[in-house]
């Protein structure tokens, strides 16, 4: 009896250990806050594309698109991509406006670690004049 109770006992913590490991692997809602600043008010539109690693890629995991009124888009825009931790490419297209309404944008790659945490990325300077 003593030898049947070890034995599952063994079989048991092999499962929760075998389940922690991979639990890392498993996507989960992570916090992103593309951060725009004083630039937002010409801002019309913020997209994201998401791929696993460092290195540039067209497989993107995750894509999300914000599009906002002229002058309506929040100095902080917060999405929750669903994604394991890790590293991963993001690519990030700003639509902006300037004062004659003419539609400027700006492509930037971005490399992030998400870990579970909130992460912010800057681009207040990179949006288009």
Known sequence: MLKKR???????SGVLLLALYFARQWPKDQTV?????????RVEEV????APGIAATEDWMREATFRYPPGKAPR??????RLPDG???VEIEIVAANTAHERNEVVV???????GG????????????
């Open 6 to 12: 070890l034995f599952r006992m063994l079989g048991l």
């Open 33 to 41: 806050h593309y951060i725009l600043g004083d630039a937002a008010t």
């Open 47 to 50: 997209d994201a594309k998401w």
């Open 76 to 81: 902080i825009v917060t999405h929750e991509p």
């Open 87 to 89: 590293d991963y490419t």
């Open 109 to 115: 790659r971005k490399h992030v670690v998400l870990a």
């Open 118 to 129: 909130a992460t912010s990325i800057e681009l207040g300077d990179l949006v288009p004049q």
